[in-house]
């Protein structure tokens, strides 16, 4: 898809095509072009130093093009942080910064790629995408850590973890091998762990639950999956219909609870309106609070018998 440079053999072209736009010296000379030759090019503005040794033959044509450029420039170099997270299409992006990490002491530079330089990069961190060796989900998370304002990292990690693309364990498997005092990000994600292990659990986990916990403590088992009579295509977890009484098992993520507060509330509203009550109870309720679970539905049980 490239318009083909004035003078460049198609050698050189198909080259640089798979490389993001750029080919390095070396390459050029296995390819026949003398020293002069090269120089010639850059003269004329053929080719483009873009760092010592490295060519660009026409502009890359997207982050992806640019990332090889660097992958090209720097041996060595892996897709990490922000690019990683792109290429890997986590489910809440944070925005695209151009970023590769090398195993090297010295500063590298490429023009418009962040280069991160770190030396605990385990292989098994590692993954393929395509022909490109980029961080794999869990320390690709980690990474972002040190990049991204907290409450974001919180976000892109809950989202990982609720798509099933990561689990808490392996983060904190990541964390164990690579944190250390003063390294950036080791604190947010050590906080992220401490503040949220064993408290995401799926929906249909947190219903089977639930109806354990009601029926441990003695009540009639609600009918499951209820469909709301004045909406019929939505249900409530769980009803005890000749009471008007409904649980809902609230299993969503702390930011997304949050977020989902205004339109329970409508719903809770509307439940109202339409003579039932909606009880609502969360993970750390069947957790920890049991017994305050039983007592709440037995209570109301007996106070809204038909």
């Not at 990069?121 to 022909?131: K, N, R, Y």
């Not at 003063?182 to 050590?190: D, F, I, L, T, V």
Request: aromatic share 6%; charged share 25%; with cysteine.
């Amino acid at each position: 898809g490239h318009t083909r440079p004035m003078g460049i053999p198609s050698a050189v072209i198909q080259l640089a095509a798979k490389q993001g736009g750029y080919v390095n010296r070396s390459q050029l000379v296995d390819l026949g072009y003398s020293t002069s030759a090269i120089d010639r090019r850059l003269a004329n503005a053929e080719l483009k130093r873009v760092v010592a040794n490295v060519y660009q033959v026409f502009p890359p044509s997207d982050h992806v093009d640019l990332i090889r450029g660097a992958v090209l420039a720097l041996p060595g170099a892996v897709v990490s942080h922000q690019s990683a997270a792109h290429m890997l299409g986590f489910p809440l992006l944070p925005r695209l910064r151009p970023t590769v990490t090398v195993p090297s002491h010295t500063t590298h530079v490429f023009p418009g790629v962040t280069v991160r330089r770190c030396f605990d990069l385990d292989p098994t961190h590692v993954a393929a995408v395509g022909d490109l060796s980029v961080t794999n989900v869990q320390r690709t998370a980690f990474d972002l850590a040190a990049v991204l304002r907290p409450k974001l990292f919180d976000r892109v990690a809950e989202a990982l973890i609720l798509a099933e693309r990561m689990s808490i364990d392996q983060l904190e498997a990541v964390v164990d091998q690579v944190a250390r005092r003063g390294k950036p990000g080791s604190r947010a994600a050590r906080v992220f762990i401490a503040t949220r292990e064993g408290t995401l659990i799926t929906a249909t986990a947190l219903e089977r639950k639930g109806r354990t916990v009601l029926a441990a403590g003695g009540l009639p088992s609600p009918v499951p999956q209820y469909p709301i009579p004045w909406d019929p295509h939505r249900r409530f977890d769980d009803a005890y219909p000749q009471s008007r009484l409904a649980i809902e098992w609230d299993s969503r993520a702390w930011h997304l609870q949050r977020e989902a507060m205004t339109s329970d509330r409508r719903r809770d509203r509307d439940a109202a309106s339409h003579g039932w009550l909606v009880l609502r109870f969360t993970y750390e309720d069947l957790k920890s609070r049991q017994g305050e679970v039983v007592s709440t539905v037995a209570t109301l049980l007996k106070t809204r018998q038909p």
